[in-house]
């Protein structure tokens, strides 16, 4: 499983950044695709998720309203649109990808998550 992240870059607070994270090596039924974000000297934290084949998106309440996942099954592709940026947001951006053993549930933890991808860099700085 290959989980390619890209988008990321410098951006002044109150931009925007669109984040992909391209998928392949397997077919995602049962999955969730999510981002993770990890800032300097702090662990993963959960961003976002959807599931792959409904579409259902999960979000960190902290995130929801700034932040929106999106899914093009065609192109095997998850993005996530970045509105109102700040320099809380500043860090790596991870693509992951989760079986949902129960369907429709997902997990925060990121020591349960099964794929990860190499990680965008997202910095927020004027």
């Known amino acids: 499983v290959q989980l390619q992240a890209s988008g990321g870059g410098l951006v002044q607070p109150g931009g925007s950044l669109r984040l992909s994270c391209a998928a392949s090596?397997?077919?995602?039924?049962?999955?969730?695709l999510g981002w993770f974000r990890q800032a300097p000297g702090k662990g993963r934290e959960f961003v976002a998720a959807?599931?792959?084949?409904?579409?259902?998106?999960y979000y960190a309440p902290s995130l929801k309203g700034q932040f929106t996942i999106s899914r093009d099954n065609a192109k095997s592709s998850v993005y996530l649109q970045m509105n109102s940026l700040t320099p809380d947001d500043t860090g790596v951006y991870y693509c992951?990808?989760?079986?949902?053993?129960?369907?429709?549930?997902?997990?925060?933890?990121?020591?349960?998550?099964?794929?990860w991808g190499q990680g965008t860099q997202v910095t927020v700085s004027s």
């Open positions: 090596g397997r077919t995602f039924s049962n999955y969730a």
């Open positions: 992951a990808a989760l079986l949902m053993v129960v369907p429709g549930t997902i997990t925060w933890n990121p020591e349960r998550w099964h794929y």
């Open positions: 959807i599931s792959w084949t409904e579409g259902v998106t």
